[in-house]
């Protein structure tokens, strides 16, 4: 099908969401160098422009004065034939030096079994680390250097992978992590030092996991490869985000700047749904945003049917809490989508229901501190639940589908449970510290019912708002 057939088809596609972010059609995944440059938001993100399954990764970009509402620009990296990213242009990150913005990435050309660093069953690739710099204010034009600079891993290291560059700046050099790790032993992030961005220096491990004791091909199936770093500070307090087996775990810790070593303290899992593969970036102001990839749950064969594939989470503004916690709440701009305000109350033994006219809905349902209730949120499809969420205070546990976890400890930043319905995604935000993002296919709006109940002795608040769309025909510009 031509692009403008699939994108006709693309815009009346009620599984697709209409307040998150997506390419405008085909496939997209990890967000990439994010920055606010010249007073507007920029946002990159690992796309194919080829069909709507990974593969030939090509750098798209999008462009936002609020982080809701975007413009989609034209694709900012793409492969350079037989050069070092001919088969692909992976994730990483931009940081402003002289003046200039300019983007770390990974690139993959194909490579003897010798010197490929990725050895995954299905591809023998070799990863270098590529720089390009941006060539006008509005990151349209960027031009890569010819060579890498940092053309191989650490010598005598023979990584499961080794991409996803991370710089940081710390006392007047550049710093880098990068996604790495080793078979028997775990995944890992390497540590590196600059000047100047070009010439670096392998320092040592800033962190590494365990060995998993499980041999898959894929070594990030089994954690002995970490994807997608983020290091970065809020306030005085570090962190550490990495991807691994389909799952991202958040990480604050100790970093003794002298020898440059990360101690973990407190770790847990950031998402416990479809979300990985996240990157934050500083906003004006001092907030830490974090843009995440939503990805399918359905078959292939699906999504490459629909069109596109892949969208990219709310912007999550995180902070952390006085023992260390990660916490995140959906960013404040959101609310300029709401529309008319709705303030209900669900008692015990008499479930709220309402019928959706539309898939675009904001729900907070305040919980108390140590209300002894159970609350359940549904969405049914003619009469069947297609999607559940229970909030057990009393059981202390959390429940979505076959997800379960404990409930997080008590007091929570936010005494609430936060939730985005958008098509065929439902991100949900527990007590400002758990994240549950969802994908539930062939929900119809006129069809769709909300139902709420409540177990305990109290009857639970409830505000609603139907949400705005970001664009008038879900191609997201
Ligand atoms: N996606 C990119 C890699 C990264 C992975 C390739 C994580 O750079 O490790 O599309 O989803």
Redesign the pocket.
């Given at each position: 099908m031509g692009p403008e057939a699939d994108l006709a088809r693309i815009a009346h596609d009620p599984d697709r969401p209409e307040f998150h972010f997506l390419a405008p059609h085909n496939w997209m995944?990890?967000p990439n160098g994010p920055i606010f440059w010249k007073g507007e938001y920029h946002l990159f993100y690992?796309m194919n422009p080829h069909a709507a399954v990974?593969g030939d990764?090509h750098w798209g970009h999008a462009v936002s004065a609020d982080m809701v509402h975007w413009r989609h620009l034209p694709i900012a990296l793409a492969p350079t034939p037989h050069g070092h990213d001919s088969e692909?242009c992976?994730?990483?990150s931009t940081v402003v030096s002289g003046g200039r913005p300019t983007i770390i990435y990974?690139g993959v050309q194909n490579a003897p079994a010798e010197q490929a660093t990725i050895r995954d069953g299905a591809n023998k690739l070799r990863e270098t680390q590529l720089l390009a710099v941006a060539e006008d204010d509005s990151l349209l034009r960027w031009k890569k250097e010819a060579e890498p600079v940092i053309a191989a891993p650490p010598p005598g290291m023979n990584v499961t992978?080794f991409?996803?560059p991370c710089p940081w700046r710390e006392a007047g050099a550049w710093y880098l992590g990068i996604?790495s790790g080793e078979r028997g032993k775990g995944g890992c992030v390497l540590l590196y030092r600059s000047e100047d961005l070009r010439h670096w220096e392998y320092l040592h491990r800033l962190a590494e996991g365990e060995p998993s004791g499980r041999a898959e091909t894929n070594p990030?199936e089994s954690g002995e490869m970490w994807?997608?770093p983020d290091v970065f500070t809020i306030g005085k307090k570090h962190c550490l985000l990495y991807?691994t087996e389909g799952k991202v775990i958040w990480t604050t810790g100790d970093y003794d700047d002298q020898a440059h070593r990360y101690t973990v303290m407190r770790s847990g899992i950031l998402d416990h749904g479809s979300y990985?593969?996240p990157k934050s970036f500083l906003a004006p102001g001092g907030r830490r945003i974090l843009w995440g990839?939503i990805t399918e749950s359905r078959p292939d064969a699906e999504f490459s049917r629909a069109g596109w594939a892949g969208a990219t989470s709310l912007p999550r503004v995180l902070s952390i809490g006085a023992e260390g916690q990660l916490e995140m709440r959906p960013a404040v701009e959101l609310e300029t989508l709401r529309g008319a305000a709705d303030q209900i109350s669900v008692k015990p033994g008499a479930p709220f229901r309402r019928n959706l006219d539309s898939l675009r809905q904001e729900l907070t349902l305040h919980i108390p501190p140590l209300r002894r209730s159970a609350v359940t949120t549904r969405l049914r499809m003619n009469g069947s639940a297609k999607w559940e969420l229970t909030v057990d205070v009393p059981g202390n546990t959390v429940r979505c589908g076959q997800i379960e976890f404990a409930l997080p400890g008590q007091p929570w930043p936010r005494p609430e449970l936060r939730i985005f319905l958008d098509g065929s995604i439902v991100e949900a935000f527990l007590g400002g510290r758990e994240a549950i993002t969802s994908r539930v296919y062939g929900l119809r709006p006129g069809q769709c019912e909300l139902e709420i109940e409540v177990a305990g002795d109290r009857a639970i608040t409830i505000d609603l708002w139907p949400l705005n769309p970001i664009s008038q025909d879900r191609l997201t510009s």
């Open positions: 995944n990890d690992q990974w990764m692909g992976f994730t990483g990974t992978g991409r996803d996604g990030v994807e997608c991807s990985y593969a990839w």
